[in-house]
């Protein structure tokens, strides 16, 4: 998801249609809206400027955010990307053993 085309992911892997990923793909949404919502908060409360700037989609979203809100909002990016890291890795793992286990059969 580095330029934001997750495709080669959802479709590659694949994520669409696969039980094993079912978990971490609903449970990371939750978790990614109240990132969002933390990020509306620390412009709402006045902590961190609201940004002008518009990007095109493909902006990779860590420099999207660093242009849009400063060092803040690239952290909390960071941050929310290694979220996701974290609810995925378990389940990548164990479908990468379950495969390996397969392959050696």
């Known amino acids: 998801m580095l330029f934001n085309n997750n495709e080669p992911i959802i479709f590659g ?11 971490p793909m609903i449970l990371s949404q939750p978790v990614a809206a109240l990132i969002g919502w933390g990020i509306y908060s620390l412009i709402k409360f006045g902590i961190n400027p609201a940004f002008q700037l ?7 979203p860590i420099i999207t955010a660093f242009a849009e809100g400063g060092f803040i909002f690239a952290l909390i990016t960071v941050v929310a990307v290694a979220i996701h890291f974290i609810f995925y890795y ?6 990468d ?9």
């Open 54 to 60: 518009g990007f095109p989609w493909i902006t990779p």
């Open 13 to 23: 892997v694949p994520l669409v249609m696969n039980p094993i990923y079912f978990v």
């Open 90 to 95: 378990p389940f990548f793992k164990y479908d």
């Open 97 to 105: 053993n379950k495969a390996l286990e397969i392959e050696n059969k």
